[in-house]
């Protein structure tokens, strides 16, 4: 019962992150059964099946608020399914001495990944025309793969990339991205079926990440509200680094005195990543400031030169004023209106 009561703790928590993230709830998770001590393909495996019903209850949702675009979908998922697919057979058929620090290096990466990703503002490039169906299939070919084999990774490898690209709304990009992953997660389920049988499903751990996962989702659209995100994502990058550190120095035999010392330049990093995420995150907000200031000013300028007395003309204040808020609007930076632009709750 204690196991159980941890493991639901577990599927909250992950939840918690990716209600406030829009992504990493196969990274947690995966990443806090290794450190408990579940085998990598079982802990891959029970997570892609609780993700089943987590990720279908996201895809309805989001198709509800209007932002999936089922062209992107069915382009992204199919091969994701296919990644998805071949990951979970490959990740059974390797020991689970092999299989530990291949699962954590590929958790580690990716989460040095969400460190300097939210050490950074968070930002919108423009962009024009259609995705393309050959970016798009190898896309979801690669993160489909990745988030088998490390038991996560779909929405860190797939989400920025549309993001970057600048051709989708952020709400589109996350909604149509969780949409797909129910495709994928069904995917790798099947996949490790096959090649572990139904005794590599924690069906107790299952379950425990579901109801945990439920249980946190009303508490992630009250966090995501209150916490910013851009702290919870260098903070969760960290966690997930300084965890997968462990496996992987207790694979490469690492002495004694090289351990302390790697804990020690890594957890450095992360307070380096950390105050970075700060100062980005306040730059994006005084960023924001100055466009609302900016809008209000051209609003109200705009309103009084459109109603001048008869037969008078604009002033040449009013006209400076109308001129000055446009510039300093069109100024400030891409992205500046919205701290969460690529980071949205599921």
Known sequence: MRKLLILALVGLAAQLVDGALGMAYGLTSSTLLLFVGVAPAAASASVHLAEIGTTLAAG???????????????????????????G???????????????????????????????????????????????????????????????GGGWGPVATPALLV??????????????????????????????????????LPTVAALLIGG????????????IVPAQLLGATIGGVIVLTNARI?????????????????LLAVGWVVALTFAVRALRRTRRARAIVDA????????????????????????????????????GSAPAGADDDRLAVVER
């Open 60 to 86: 309805v949702a989001h198709w509800r608020f209007g932002n999936v675009d089922w062209r992107v979908v069915t382009r992204i998922a199919l091969p994701g399914a296919v990644g998805a697919f071949v």
């Open 88 to 150: 979970a057979t490959f990740l059974s058929s390797i020991s689970t001495e092999n299989a530990a620090p291949w699962m954590a290096g590929i958790l580690f990466t990716l989460g040095a990944y969400l460190l300097v990703r939210f050490s950074r503002p968070l930002r919108q490039r423009s962009g024009a025309g259609r995705l393309r169906g050959r970016f798009l299939g190898p896309l979801g070919l690669v993160a489909g793969f990745v988030d088998a084999t490390g």
């Open 165 to 202: 690209s600048g051709r989708m709304e952020p709400r589109k990009v996350i909604g149509s991205v969780d949409t797909a992953e129910f495709v994928v997660a069904g995917a790798a389920s099947i996949g490790f079926l096959i090649g572990l049988g139904s005794e590599g499903f924690l």
């Open 214 to 225: 439920l249980i946190a989702a009303p508490v992630a659209a009250w966090l995501v509200r």
């Open 248 to 264: 992987l120095l207790k694979a490469g035999d690492a002495g004694s005195t090289v351990r302390p010392v790697v804990y020690v």
């Open 294 to 329: 900016a809008t209000a000013a051209t609003t109200t300028a705009v309103a009084t030169a459109d109603t001048p007395a008869v037969g008078a003309t604009p002033s040449p204040d009013t006209a400076a004023a109308v001129v000055g808020a446009a510039a300093v609007a």
